[in-house]
């Protein structure tokens, strides 16, 4: 036996796999051929490091304004310059990194080879759609050059119509092009399950993260145009003072809330309903048992996507819409809770009595768990006439979307990451980093954002540059939290750099996941599968049992011989 082992390298038999089999990253070599790929493996790992550099940007910008409120005077710069910066951070947050971030980046990689398929429908649509990211993405930072931007991430009128930066035009036609984008990614997902599923797949045997990137790329077709349009009209009027939305032109502000509430609570979908799909594998996984309810889950996703389409209203019950249609749009967001609420009580009742092991993505599926219920929870002072209120436009808010948007889709990319980076790079990363870099991310994240709701209960409007000597505590422990935050991001881009250069090899199924993509090697060959994959239960952990001798799971048959 001591013999056999000293064979096997630290990687197991994978490891022991020749160095120069082919995979998709190394078929071809050179810039160009990345640059010119049509597999969507590549295409998904473009979109990761560009979208991971605009989380970055976006990221130092939060810090730099935790540290500007550190006291209520300046600090590091003055009101305009924060006012930019807040702008900077909301728009590259919301449009360059949350909204394609789990779809674009992980959806691209892993879907096709979820279904069996050996791309997605349209290849070149594909890395068009991520030719257009950039391009948006660059007209958004041109807009830096130009003096920066100062209207808020949801460019209201009549900031962005009357704002004397120049950079007002170059952004907004940035986003109207990352629309664009998100529209191609939709359409191609659309097609893909519905065309390339594999041989004896049907639609309850897709694993749950299809689901919802198919309610996802429902949202983004049906709801996309109607930004492009808006956005589209603010150019206009911005470019040739045609009174569309600007008051002082004779435009009515009130239209484009409408407009662009219309497709921007749709995009709260977009964002979290993808984060759900990830929950929902990661659960199941880690708990060694089927999920519970697949089919009540799959069709709650299809729920919110359409729960979604109708609730806008209820981010302008201040606008002076009717008392009829704000009791109207307060009775549907209570009821978009339901469909929600159902995901949670299955996972819940996912891992009752299951073998969970708490390995790093499963600690961001249960942080997940309690963030995004905190997040959901306060959405409920919100949906109500009577406290919104108060509570509109104070830090209350801040908290709320943070803690659905940050500790929802954030912590669920973040799990997501963790869970398939074996699969797409064949690396496995430091397990103990991992655990201690969740934490200071989840110690960090309630201590910057949970003071918030306090704050705002107490009247501390957002976006203010200001503010007097009562709410100083809160703000400090506010960015003390952020910093601790910034802490684990840094640990976890450390040791997952590492594990590129130095890491073990990675088995082909590290996790004992039982869909698809765990049937072909890590990281994946060109054509993803080098035979036909069994197509089967993907929650069916039976006929999985672990090996030492890899490192990793292997299928077994009746008997438990590996087959």
Same mark, same amino acid.
């Given at each position: 036996?001591?013999?056999?082992?000293?064979?096997?390298?630290?990687?197991?038999?994978?490891?022991?796999?020749?160095?120069?089999?082919?995979?998709?990253?190394?078929?071809?070599?050179?810039?160009?051929?990345?640059?010119?790929?049509?597999?969507?493996?590549?295409?998904?790992?473009?979109? +990761?490091?560009?979208?991971?550099?605009?989380?970055?940007? =976006?990221?130092?910008?939060?810090?730099?304004?935790?540290?500007?409120?550190?006291?209520?005077?300046?600090?590091?710069?003055?009101?305009?310059?924060?006012?930019?910066?807040?702008?900077?951070?909301?728009?590259?947050?919301?449009?360059?990194?949350? $909204?394609?971030?789990?779809?674009?980046?992980?959806?691209?990689?892993?879907?096709?080879?979820?279904?069996?398929?050996?791309?997605?429908?349209?290849?070149?649509?594909?890395?068009?759609?991520?030719?257009?990211?950039?391009?948006?993405?660059?007209?958004?930072?041109?807009?830096?050059?130009?003096?920066?931007?100062?209207?808020?991430?949801?460019?209201?009128?009549?900031?962005?119509?009357?704002?004397?930066?120049?950079?007002?035009?170059?952004?907004?036609? =940035?986003?109207?092009?990352?629309?664009?984008?998100? $529209?191609?990614?939709?359409?191609?997902?659309?097609?893909?399950?519905?065309?390339?599923?594999?041989?004896?797949?049907?639609?309850?045997?897709?694993?749950?993260?299809?689901?919802?990137?198919?309610?996802?790329?429902?949202?983004?077709?049906?709801?996309?145009?109607?930004?492009?349009?808006?956005?589209?009209? +603010?150019?206009?009027?911005?470019?040739? =003072?045609?009174?569309?939305?600007?008051?002082?032109?004779?435009?009515?502000?009130?239209?484009?809330?409408?407009?662009?509430?219309?497709?921007?609570?749709?995009?709260?979908?977009?964002?979290?309903?993808?984060?759900?799909?990830?929950?929902?594998?990661?659960?199941?996984?880690?708990?060694?048992?089927?999920?519970?309810?697949?089919?009540?889950?799959?069709?709650?996703?299809?729920? $919110?996507?359409?729960?979604?389409?109708?609730?806008?209203? %209820? %981010?302008?019950?201040?606008?002076?819409?009717?008392?009829?249609?704000?009791?109207?749009?307060?009775?549907?967001?209570?009821?978009?809770?339901?469909?929600?609420?159902?995901?949670?009580?299955?996972?819940?009742?996912?891992?009752?009595?299951?073998?969970?092991?708490?390995?790093?993505?499963?600690?961001?599926?249960?942080?997940?768990?309690?963030?995004?219920?905190?997040?959901?929870?306060?959405?409920?002072?919100?949906?109500?006439?009577?406290?919104?209120?108060?509570?509109?436009?104070?830090?209350?808010?801040?908290?709320?979307? %943070?803690?659905?948007?940050?500790?929802?889709?954030?912590?669920?990319?973040?799990?997501?990451? %963790?869970?398939?980076?074996?699969?797409?790079?064949?690396?496995?990363?430091?397990?103990?980093?991992?655990?201690?870099?969740? +934490?200071?991310?989840?110690?960090?994240?309630?201590?910057?954002?949970?003071?918030?709701?306090?704050?705002?209960?107490?009247?501390?409007?957002?976006?203010?540059?200001?503010?007097?000597?009562?709410?100083?505590?809160?703000?400090?422990?506010?960015?003390?939290?952020?910093?601790?935050?910034?802490? =684990?991001?840094?640990?976890?881009?450390?040791?997952?750099?590492?594990?590129?250069?130095?890491?073990?090899?990675?088995?082909?199924?590290?996790?004992?996941?039982?869909?698809?993509?765990?049937?072909?090697?890590?990281?994946?060959?060109?054509?993803?599968?080098?035979?036909?994959?069994?197509?089967?239960?993907?929650?069916?952990?039976?006929?999985?049992?672990?090996?030492?001798?890899?490192?990793?799971?292997?299928?077994?048959?009746?008997?438990?011989?590996?087959?």
């Amino acid at each position: 036996m001591a013999t056999q082992t000293s064979t096997i390298p630290a990687g197991g038999l994978a490891g022991a796999r020749d160095s120069a089999e082919k995979n998709y990253l190394n078929e071809s070599k050179g810039i160009l051929s990345w640059l010119t790929t049509l597999d969507h493996k590549r295409i998904g790992v473009m979109y +990761l490091i560009c979208i991971l550099g605009a989380f970055f940007l =976006g990221g130092m910008s939060a810090v730099l304004l935790r540290t500007e409120h550190l006291s209520g005077t300046p600090n590091l710069m003055e009101a305009d310059a924060y006012n930019k910066l807040f702008t900077l951070h909301g728009a590259v947050m919301i449009f360059l990194f949350i $909204i394609p971030g789990i779809p674009a980046a992980l959806g691209n990689f892993v879907l096709p080879i979820m279904l069996g398929a050996k791309d997605v429908a349209f290849p070149r649509l594909n890395l068009c759609s991520w030719y257009l990211w950039v391009i948006g993405a660059v007209c958004a930072l041109l807009s830096l050059l130009l003096g920066g931007f100062d209207t808020g991430w949801t460019f209201y009128t009549p900031y962005s119509t009357s704002s004397p930066f120049q950079g007002v035009i170059p952004i907004v036609t =940035g986003a109207f092009i990352l629309g664009f984008s998100s $529209i191609f990614t939709g359409l191609n997902f659309i097609v893909t399950i519905h065309k390339l599923r594999a041989p004896g797949m049907g639609w309850f045997k897709m694993p749950l993260f299809l689901w919802g990137l198919y309610s996802t790329a429902l949202i983004q077709v049906l709801a996309t145009p109607v930004l492009g349009i808006t956005l589209l009209l +603010l150019i206009v009027e911005r470019a040739l =003072g045609v009174g569309i939305f600007d008051p002082a032109l004779g435009g009515d502000p009130v239209l484009f809330q409408h407009f662009f509430w219309f497709y921007s609570h749709p995009a709260v979908y977009i964002m979290i309903v993808p984060a759900m799909g990830v929950i929902s594998e990661l659960i199941s996984v880690f708990s060694r048992k089927h999920i519970f309810s697949y089919q009540f889950i799959a069709y709650s996703s299809i729920a $919110i996507a359409a729960f979604g389409f109708i609730v806008w209203g %209820h %981010h302008m019950f201040t606008s002076g819409q009717s008392e009829l249609m704000n009791t109207i749009f307060s009775l549907l967001t209570f009821s978009v809770a339901i469909p929600s609420a159902i995901k949670v009580f299955n996972w819940t009742a996912t891992m009752y009595k299951g073998s969970i092991v708490f390995k790093t993505p499963q600690l961001y599926a249960l942080s997940f768990l309690f963030l995004f219920g905190i997040g959901g929870l306060t959405g409920l002072f919100l949906a109500t006439l009577s406290t919104d209120i108060h509570l509109h436009d104070t830090y209350f808010v801040v908290a709320h979307f %943070h803690y659905v948007m940050f500790g929802g889709t954030v912590i669920a990319f973040l799990g997501a990451l %963790h869970y398939w980076w074996p699969k797409m790079f064949g690396k496995m990363y430091n397990e103990n980093w991992g655990r201690v870099a969740c +934490l200071l991310i989840f110690i960090g994240f309630n201590m910057t954002f949970f003071t918030q709701f306090a704050m705002g209960s107490q009247g501390m409007p957002r976006r203010y540059f200001n503010y007097t000597e009562g709410y100083t505590t809160y703000h400090v422990v506010s960015t003390i939290g952020s910093y601790i935050m910034a802490v =684990g991001f840094f640990v976890i881009a450390g040791y997952l750099y590492y594990s590129l250069i130095r890491g073990r090899k990675a088995p082909d199924n590290p996790w004992g996941g039982a869909s698809l993509e765990w049937q072909t090697s890590s990281p994946p060959p060109v054509e993803n599968f080098k035979k036909d994959p069994i197509v089967g239960d993907p929650y069916d952990f039976s006929n999985l049992k672990y090996d030492p001798a890899i490192g990793g799971y292997v299928r077994v048959d009746a008997q438990g011989v590996a087959s």
